[in-house]
């Protein structure tokens, strides 16, 4: 019996030092070494509009080593096999989550033809718009917005041959904020963990809310479990993404959102976790919070 406690003590202490090694190599390492050992950030393309908000002193949203990555993927955005395949299958999973939390919130019917008809929705790094499409098919009003113009030309493209419509523009949160602009609904999904200034990308996002409207986020957490299955696994080692995609220390937590929520008084209402399974890329909304995960707020 002695034996087995030693045992189990030592065992234990061993896990706890693991652990708590990992987490201090984790805060003390910048993942972006990794990402430049890797050396796999794409090629950048030409892009003016880019280049000058990057040499714009003040404060901004845009990262350009973020403008450089997506600009160089751009044509791959309707591909759903290529890089942007985990963005595709999501969707699946968050129009169903989306729809029916608005249908909730605004008393539509769930199983109507155009469900968010007259809503007006706003969708943040809507990248090449397989979201702004998919929520437009729902009946939306729909404003895609992102900081690449490649991003905006590739939507413009898809949605030509589209029977529905959605406006696009290359313009920054923080800018069309300036408009005093509002919506119905505003949707910032993966994006948070792209930008350069957080609180300011927040604080733009909330103010294009309405009164009574509603924010919707997705992203991943930050922690050493989310480190290894969002950035060592999916990226090193399944190679689902590009090296580089995510920087660990660009990652957010989901107390960190409710900090930048609370501030401009929206209110959280759910919170979900998203799970893949590795083994058949299959993806489900599920209880835990711990990596990926989804909320929506109220204001
Ligand atoms: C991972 S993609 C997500 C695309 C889309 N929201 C989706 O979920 O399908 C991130 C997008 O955010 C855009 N982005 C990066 N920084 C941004 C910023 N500061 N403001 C707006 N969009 C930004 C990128 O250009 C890219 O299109």
Redesign the pocket.
């Known amino acids: 019996m002695k034996e087995l406690f030693k045992l189990f003590s030592g065992g234990l202490i061993q896990y706890l030092l693991l652990y708590w090694t990992l987490i201090a190599v984790v805060s003390l390492t910048d993942i972006r070494y990794l990402n430049l050992i890797a050396t796999m950030r794409p090629d950048c393309q030409d892009n003016k509009e880019d280049k000058s908000m990057a040499q714009n002193p003040e404060k901004t949203?845009?990262?350009p080593a973020?403008?450089e990555k997506?600009n160089a993927l751009a044509a791959l955005w309707w591909d759903a096999k290529g890089p942007?395949w985990p963005?595709h299958r999501?969707?699946i999973l968050r129009i169903d989550y989306i729809k029916s939390k608005l249908c909730h919130h605004y008393g539509r019917d769930v199983a109507a033809i155009a469900p968010l008809s007259g809503l007006k929705v706003l969708?943040?790094?809507?990248?090449g718009g397989?979201?702004s499409e998919s929520m437009a098919a729902l009946g939306a009003e729909v404003k895609g917005?992102?900081?690449?113009e490649r991003?905006i030309e590739i939507a413009r493209a898809h949605c030509d041959s589209q029977p529905f419509e959605v406006e696009y523009q290359c313009i920054?949160?923080e800018d069309i904020e300036q408009s005093g602009e509002q919506y119905d609904v505003v949707?910032n999904?993966?994006?948070v963990e792209?930008?350069?200034d957080l609180s300011l990308?927040m604080r733009s996002a909330n103010q294009l809310v309405r009164e009574g409207g509603v924010h919707f986020i997705?992203t991943i957490n930050r922690n050493p479990l989310a480190w290894i299955v969002a950035i060592i696994g999916a990226e090193y080692i399944l190679r689902w993404l590009p090296k580089g995609t995510h920087q660990y220390s660009k990652l957010v937590k989901p107390e960190e959102l409710h900090s930048l929520l609370a501030a401009d008084q929206l209110e959280i209402r759910d919170e979900v976790g998203v799970q893949v399974n590795p083994f058949n890329k299959q993806m489900a909304i599920v209880p835990f919070t711990g990596v990926n995960y989804m909320l929506y707020a109220t204001k």
Do not use: P, S
């Not at 969708?123 to 990248?127: N, Q, S």
């Not at 917005?145 to 690449?148: H, N, P």
């Open positions: 949203t845009v990262d973020e403008v997506f942007f963005l999501l969707n969708d943040i790094g809507c990248g397989i979201l917005i992102d900081v690449v991003n920054r949160a949707l999904m993966e994006v792209h930008v350069a990308f997705a």
